[in-house]
């Protein structure tokens, strides 16, 4: 967030917090696993997987939420993504980084058969399509002068998150097996 106080950039800014509202689920997965003793029973497990579950689902509202609050003032105000290197090289390793990571995440959650670690996966996949808006909108805008592209892009974006943490608290209060 400081690169984005230095380049000025809202699009970046908004990136930041973005990327804060997913280390919160990260930090989620931390305390569920931390807290899962391998020797514990399964209803135990299953209470704490449940818990875990249910916390990431409410960190897809608040980033859901944040995106709608974000990209609806920025369409209000007709403002335009500042380009800034910062921001397209963040982006940019953000592209290269969060794929991998939600491979990864995903993999191990399928693996262990935990409903909150595949749903934080879905969270780093979020947080993946929200670096390619931004660095469409980037892009759009430096080459087409498109200012609204970003902010559309993102609302979409939006609610497919909103839509991801109802379903995860489905799964989280029925118990569902991890898909």
């Not at 959650?109 to 879905?122: E, F, N, P, Q, T």
Request: hydrophobic content about 55%; overall charge negative; charged content about 20%.
């Amino acid at each position: 967030m400081l690169g984005a106080a230095i380049s000025g950039s809202n699009a970046l800014l908004g990136f930041g917090l973005d990327s804060f509202v997913e280390s919160l689920s990260g930090m989620v997965m931390v305390w569920r696993f931390w807290k899962f003793d391998l020797t514990a029973e399964s209803e135990e497990f299953e209470k704490v997987e449940q818990r875990a579950a249910r916390l990431v689902g409410y960190s897809f509202f608040v980033l859901g939420g944040y995106v709608v609050l974000d990209a609806g003032f920025a369409l209000y105000r007709q403002e335009a993504p500042e380009t800034s290197l910062i921001g397209i090289g963040l982006a940019i390793a953000s592209i290269i980084v969060m794929p991998v990571l939600f491979l990864m995440k995903y993999r191990l959650g399928k693996a262990l058969g935990s409903r909150s670690l595949v749903a934080d996966s879905k969270e780093t996949l979020a947080c993946l399509m929200l670096s390619v808006a931004l660095l469409i909108g980037l892009g759009a805008f430096y080459i087409w002068r498109l200012w609204w592209i970003d902010s559309v892009a993102a609302l979409v974006i939006a609610a497919l998150i909103i839509r991801e943490g109802f379903e995860t608290l489905e799964e989280a209060a029925g118990g569902e097996d991890v898909e």
